[in-house]
Protein backbone atom coordinates (compact mmCIF):
# COMPACT_ATOMS: atom_id res chain seq x y z
CA UNK A 1 0.00 0.00 0.00
CA UNK A 2 2.19 2.71 0.83
CA UNK A 3 4.87 1.54 -1.64
CA UNK A 4 2.15 1.85 -4.17
CA UNK A 5 1.21 5.44 -3.22
CA UNK A 6 4.32 6.73 -2.93
CA UNK A 7 4.91 6.22 -6.72
CA UNK A 8 4.99 10.01 -9.11
CA UNK A 9 3.99 10.07 -12.32
CA UNK A 10 5.43 12.65 -14.38
CA UNK A 11 6.91 13.47 -17.97
CA UNK A 12 10.04 12.11 -18.72
CA UNK A 13 13.33 14.40 -19.01
CA UNK A 14 16.50 14.53 -21.27
CA UNK A 15 18.36 13.32 -18.21
CA UNK A 16 15.60 9.96 -17.65
CA UNK A 17 16.76 8.79 -21.21
CA UNK A 18 19.70 6.57 -19.66
CA UNK A 19 17.45 5.23 -17.12
CA UNK A 20 14.31 4.74 -19.42
CA UNK A 21 17.03 2.92 -21.64
CA UNK A 22 18.64 0.44 -19.07
CA UNK A 23 14.66 -0.59 -18.51
CA UNK A 24 14.59 -1.36 -22.05
CA UNK A 25 17.63 -2.89 -22.47
CA UNK A 26 16.88 -5.00 -19.26
CA UNK A 27 14.23 -7.51 -21.09
CA UNK A 28 14.90 -10.67 -23.25
CA UNK A 29 13.49 -8.89 -26.11
CA UNK A 30 15.28 -5.33 -26.07
CA UNK A 31 18.57 -6.33 -24.79
CA UNK A 32 19.72 -7.61 -28.40
CA UNK A 33 18.27 -4.37 -29.71
CA UNK A 34 19.17 -1.51 -27.40
CA UNK A 35 22.70 -0.23 -27.20
CA UNK A 36 23.02 0.63 -23.31
CA UNK A 37 27.13 2.56 -23.54
CA UNK A 38 28.44 5.12 -21.56
CA UNK A 39 27.98 7.86 -23.29
CA UNK A 40 24.83 6.58 -24.26
CA UNK A 41 24.51 6.81 -28.34
CA UNK A 42 23.02 10.08 -29.43
CA UNK A 43 20.26 8.82 -31.33
CA UNK A 44 18.37 8.16 -28.07
CA UNK A 45 18.70 11.66 -27.34
CA UNK A 46 17.86 12.77 -30.72
CA UNK A 47 14.47 10.36 -30.41
CA UNK A 48 13.94 12.07 -26.66
CA UNK A 49 13.53 15.54 -28.50
CA UNK A 50 11.05 14.28 -31.32
CA UNK A 51 9.14 12.90 -28.75
CA UNK A 52 9.12 15.33 -26.55
CA UNK A 53 8.17 18.24 -29.02
CA UNK A 54 5.50 16.07 -30.48
CA UNK A 55 2.16 17.28 -28.73
CA UNK A 56 0.55 14.21 -29.67
CA UNK A 57 2.70 11.94 -27.59
CA UNK A 58 3.56 11.66 -23.65
CA UNK A 59 6.74 9.82 -22.35
CA UNK A 60 5.94 9.46 -18.55
CA UNK A 61 8.01 7.86 -16.03
CA UNK A 62 7.08 6.69 -12.38
CA UNK A 63 9.18 7.74 -9.83
CA UNK A 64 10.34 6.33 -6.46
CA UNK A 65 12.24 8.04 -4.00
CA UNK A 66 13.84 10.26 -7.25
CA UNK A 67 14.28 7.61 -9.04
CA UNK A 68 12.75 6.48 -12.13
CA UNK A 69 11.30 2.69 -11.86
CA UNK A 70 9.02 2.43 -14.74
CA UNK A 71 8.13 4.29 -18.03
CA UNK A 72 5.32 4.53 -21.03
CA UNK A 73 4.97 5.89 -24.01
CA UNK A 74 1.16 7.25 -24.92
CA UNK A 75 0.59 8.66 -28.69
CA UNK A 76 -2.81 10.16 -29.48
CA UNK A 77 -3.63 9.43 -32.81
CA UNK A 78 -6.23 11.56 -34.72
CA UNK A 79 -8.04 9.41 -37.53
CA UNK A 80 -11.35 9.28 -39.53
CA UNK A 81 -12.57 5.83 -38.65
CA UNK A 82 -14.79 5.69 -35.65
CA UNK A 83 -16.71 8.51 -36.38
CA UNK A 84 -13.20 10.73 -36.61
CA UNK A 85 -12.28 9.50 -32.85
CA UNK A 86 -8.62 9.67 -31.92
CA UNK A 87 -7.13 6.47 -30.50
CA UNK A 88 -4.78 6.32 -27.79
CA UNK A 89 -1.37 3.73 -28.69
CA UNK A 90 0.34 2.38 -25.61
CA UNK A 91 3.72 1.92 -26.29
CA UNK A 92 7.50 0.99 -24.69
CA UNK A 93 6.05 0.11 -20.82
CA UNK A 94 8.37 -1.24 -19.01
CA UNK A 95 9.10 -1.43 -14.99
CA UNK A 96 12.62 -1.96 -13.64
CA UNK A 97 13.25 -5.50 -12.62
CA UNK A 98 13.75 -5.27 -8.92
CA UNK A 99 10.28 -2.80 -8.72
CA UNK A 100 7.89 -5.62 -10.26
CA UNK A 101 4.86 -6.88 -8.69
CA UNK A 102 3.77 -3.62 -6.88
CA UNK A 103 1.34 -2.50 -9.13
CA UNK A 104 3.59 0.36 -10.87
CA UNK A 105 2.84 -0.84 -14.62
CA UNK A 106 -0.65 -1.08 -13.42
CA UNK A 107 -0.38 2.61 -12.05
CA UNK A 108 1.54 3.67 -15.89
CA UNK A 109 -1.38 2.06 -17.87
CA UNK A 110 -4.41 3.27 -15.73
CA UNK A 111 -3.26 6.34 -16.15
CA UNK A 112 -2.55 6.04 -19.72
CA UNK A 113 -6.30 4.87 -20.36
CA UNK A 114 -7.67 7.79 -18.40
CA UNK A 115 -5.33 10.54 -20.22
CA UNK A 116 -6.50 8.99 -23.40
CA UNK A 117 -10.46 8.82 -22.74
CA UNK A 118 -9.56 12.36 -21.54
CA UNK A 119 -8.43 13.29 -24.74
CA UNK A 120 -11.79 12.45 -26.62
CA UNK A 121 -10.28 8.37 -27.83
CA UNK A 122 -12.50 5.36 -27.73
CA UNK A 123 -10.07 3.09 -28.22
CA UNK A 124 -6.22 2.71 -26.75
CA UNK A 125 -4.54 0.03 -28.72
CA UNK A 126 -1.60 -1.78 -27.96
CA UNK A 127 1.02 -4.93 -28.97
CA UNK A 128 2.78 -7.26 -26.63
CA UNK A 129 4.63 -9.74 -28.39
CA UNK A 130 3.41 -13.47 -28.57
CA UNK A 131 6.00 -14.24 -25.82
CA UNK A 132 4.83 -11.62 -23.20
CA UNK A 133 2.15 -14.14 -21.62
CA UNK A 134 2.20 -12.78 -18.70
CA UNK A 135 1.68 -9.25 -20.01
CA UNK A 136 -0.79 -10.48 -21.71
CA UNK A 137 -2.79 -11.63 -18.56
CA UNK A 138 -1.89 -8.25 -17.21
CA UNK A 139 -4.03 -6.25 -19.29
CA UNK A 140 -6.67 -8.22 -19.73
CA UNK A 141 -6.69 -7.77 -15.78
CA UNK A 142 -6.78 -4.16 -16.74
CA UNK A 143 -9.63 -4.48 -19.17
CA UNK A 144 -7.83 -5.14 -22.58
CA UNK A 145 -9.25 -7.15 -24.87
CA UNK A 146 -6.50 -9.71 -27.04
CA UNK A 147 -8.93 -8.85 -30.12
CA UNK A 148 -6.28 -8.01 -32.79
CA UNK A 149 -3.08 -10.18 -34.21
CA UNK A 150 -0.47 -7.44 -33.82
CA UNK A 151 1.57 -7.91 -37.04
CA UNK A 152 5.05 -6.34 -37.26
CA UNK A 153 7.58 -5.22 -40.15
CA UNK A 154 11.39 -5.29 -39.63
CA UNK A 155 13.54 -3.76 -41.64
CA UNK B 1 -2.14 -5.98 -65.70
CA UNK B 2 -3.21 -2.86 -66.69
CA UNK B 3 -6.08 -2.26 -64.13
CA UNK B 4 -3.44 -1.98 -61.74
CA UNK B 5 -1.17 0.04 -63.16
CA UNK B 6 -3.89 2.71 -63.80
CA UNK B 7 -4.05 3.32 -60.06
CA UNK B 8 -2.15 6.58 -58.75
CA UNK B 9 -1.71 6.97 -54.61
CA UNK B 10 -1.93 10.51 -53.29
CA UNK B 11 -2.30 12.37 -50.14
CA UNK B 12 -6.28 12.56 -49.02
CA UNK B 13 -7.74 15.58 -49.85
CA UNK B 14 -10.89 17.63 -47.91
CA UNK B 15 -13.81 16.43 -50.87
CA UNK B 16 -12.11 12.47 -50.04
CA UNK B 17 -13.79 12.09 -46.94
CA UNK B 18 -17.27 11.12 -47.68
CA UNK B 19 -15.56 8.20 -49.72
CA UNK B 20 -13.47 7.39 -47.09
CA UNK B 21 -16.24 6.94 -44.69
CA UNK B 22 -18.28 5.18 -47.09
CA UNK B 23 -15.31 2.55 -47.43
CA UNK B 24 -14.71 2.03 -43.62
CA UNK B 25 -18.44 1.68 -42.83
CA UNK B 26 -18.96 -1.25 -45.88
CA UNK B 27 -17.43 -3.68 -43.33
CA UNK B 28 -18.48 -5.71 -41.14
CA UNK B 29 -16.86 -4.39 -38.20
CA UNK B 30 -17.00 -0.65 -39.47
CA UNK B 31 -20.59 -0.97 -40.26
CA UNK B 32 -21.62 -0.58 -36.52
CA UNK B 33 -19.17 2.25 -35.50
CA UNK B 34 -19.32 4.54 -38.53
CA UNK B 35 -22.52 7.36 -39.10
CA UNK B 36 -22.84 7.35 -42.91
CA UNK B 37 -25.19 10.36 -43.80
CA UNK B 38 -25.64 13.58 -45.95
CA UNK B 39 -24.55 15.73 -44.81
CA UNK B 40 -21.27 13.64 -42.89
CA UNK B 41 -21.16 14.40 -38.74
CA UNK B 42 -18.64 17.13 -38.52
CA UNK B 43 -16.63 15.19 -36.36
CA UNK B 44 -14.91 12.93 -39.47
CA UNK B 45 -14.00 16.62 -41.01
CA UNK B 46 -12.78 17.99 -37.63
CA UNK B 47 -10.74 14.35 -37.29
CA UNK B 48 -9.11 14.96 -41.46
CA UNK B 49 -8.15 18.40 -40.09
CA UNK B 50 -6.33 17.39 -37.53
CA UNK B 51 -5.12 13.91 -39.48
CA UNK B 52 -3.93 16.91 -42.73
CA UNK B 53 -2.11 19.27 -40.00
CA UNK B 54 -0.25 16.54 -38.65
CA UNK B 55 3.27 16.46 -39.59
CA UNK B 56 3.55 12.38 -38.64
CA UNK B 57 0.70 11.27 -40.24
CA UNK B 58 -0.06 10.68 -43.86
CA UNK B 59 -3.59 9.45 -45.00
CA UNK B 60 -3.64 8.65 -48.28
CA UNK B 61 -5.78 7.23 -51.12
CA UNK B 62 -5.89 5.06 -54.01
CA UNK B 63 -7.03 6.72 -57.00
CA UNK B 64 -8.27 5.07 -60.14
CA UNK B 65 -9.56 6.81 -63.11
CA UNK B 66 -10.74 9.98 -61.00
CA UNK B 67 -12.54 7.93 -58.25
CA UNK B 68 -11.07 7.02 -54.86
CA UNK B 69 -10.98 3.18 -54.41
CA UNK B 70 -9.10 2.66 -51.38
CA UNK B 71 -7.33 4.62 -48.70
CA UNK B 72 -4.43 3.70 -45.75
CA UNK B 73 -3.16 6.04 -42.70
CA UNK B 74 0.60 5.93 -42.14
CA UNK B 75 1.70 7.38 -38.39
CA UNK B 76 5.81 7.53 -38.09
CA UNK B 77 6.21 7.63 -34.47
CA UNK B 78 9.37 8.51 -32.82
CA UNK B 79 10.34 6.46 -29.68
CA UNK B 80 12.99 6.14 -27.52
CA UNK B 81 13.34 1.90 -27.86
CA UNK B 82 15.42 0.08 -30.62
CA UNK B 83 18.35 2.95 -30.15
CA UNK B 84 15.20 5.77 -31.00
CA UNK B 85 14.32 4.49 -34.09
CA UNK B 86 10.93 5.70 -35.34
CA UNK B 87 8.26 3.23 -35.98
CA UNK B 88 5.62 3.12 -38.44
CA UNK B 89 1.97 2.54 -37.74
CA UNK B 90 -0.36 1.78 -40.51
CA UNK B 91 -4.17 2.20 -39.79
CA UNK B 92 -7.79 2.42 -41.71
CA UNK B 93 -6.74 -0.04 -44.92
CA UNK B 94 -9.47 -0.24 -46.79
CA UNK B 95 -10.52 -0.91 -50.90
CA UNK B 96 -13.29 -0.38 -52.13
CA UNK B 97 -15.25 -4.10 -52.03
CA UNK B 98 -15.98 -3.95 -56.02
CA UNK B 99 -12.59 -3.03 -56.36
CA UNK B 100 -10.75 -5.99 -54.41
CA UNK B 101 -8.58 -8.30 -55.74
CA UNK B 102 -6.83 -6.08 -58.22
CA UNK B 103 -3.51 -5.63 -56.21
CA UNK B 104 -4.28 -2.08 -54.71
CA UNK B 105 -4.05 -2.99 -51.18
CA UNK B 106 -0.54 -4.05 -51.87
CA UNK B 107 -0.08 -1.27 -53.78
CA UNK B 108 -0.87 0.85 -50.69
CA UNK B 109 0.47 -1.14 -48.04
CA UNK B 110 4.08 -1.92 -49.61
CA UNK B 111 3.94 2.19 -50.43
CA UNK B 112 3.61 2.82 -46.46
CA UNK B 113 6.43 0.22 -46.15
CA UNK B 114 8.73 1.89 -48.15
CA UNK B 115 7.71 4.95 -46.66
CA UNK B 116 8.25 4.18 -43.15
CA UNK B 117 11.91 3.13 -44.19
CA UNK B 118 12.74 6.09 -46.05
CA UNK B 119 11.53 7.73 -42.85
CA UNK B 120 14.35 5.72 -41.11
CA UNK B 121 11.57 3.58 -39.50
CA UNK B 122 13.21 -0.04 -38.29
CA UNK B 123 9.57 -1.35 -37.26
CA UNK B 124 5.97 -1.13 -39.37
CA UNK B 125 3.54 -2.58 -37.18
CA UNK B 126 -0.36 -2.55 -37.47
CA UNK B 127 -3.63 -3.80 -35.79
CA UNK B 128 -5.67 -6.40 -37.57
CA UNK B 129 -8.74 -7.88 -35.99
CA UNK B 130 -8.86 -12.07 -34.88
CA UNK B 131 -11.85 -12.47 -37.59
CA UNK B 132 -9.84 -10.78 -40.16
CA UNK B 133 -7.84 -13.88 -41.59
CA UNK B 134 -7.92 -13.02 -45.09
CA UNK B 135 -6.66 -9.66 -44.21
CA UNK B 136 -4.07 -11.88 -41.59
CA UNK B 137 -2.93 -13.76 -45.02
CA UNK B 138 -2.43 -10.87 -47.07
CA UNK B 139 -0.17 -9.06 -44.91
CA UNK B 140 1.76 -12.19 -44.13
CA UNK B 141 2.40 -12.67 -47.81
CA UNK B 142 4.18 -9.20 -48.02
CA UNK B 143 6.55 -10.09 -45.14
CA UNK B 144 4.64 -9.03 -42.02
CA UNK B 145 4.73 -11.86 -38.85
CA UNK B 146 2.04 -12.56 -36.62
CA UNK B 147 4.14 -11.87 -33.95
CA UNK B 148 2.25 -9.77 -31.59
CA UNK B 149 -1.12 -9.91 -29.60
CA UNK B 150 -2.73 -6.60 -30.46
CA UNK B 151 -4.98 -5.32 -27.46
CA UNK B 152 -7.85 -3.08 -27.44
CA UNK B 153 -9.36 -0.96 -24.61
CA UNK B 154 -12.55 0.16 -26.01
CA UNK B 155 -15.09 2.64 -23.87
Redesign the interface.
Known amino acids: MTAISSITLRRARRDD?GV??AM?ADDPL?NG???LEDPL?P??????E??DG?P??Q?VVAEEGGRVVGCL?L?I???????????G?I??VRVASHCRGRGIGEQLVRWA?TEA?AKG??????????TRVDA?RF??R??????????????
Do not use: W
Not at 77 to 87: E, V, Y
Not at 142 to 155: A, E, N, W, Y
Open positions: VIVLGRERPSYFRAFQVDNILQCLPGISSQGASRLEDVRCKLVELLTHNQYALGFQPSHVGMTFRF
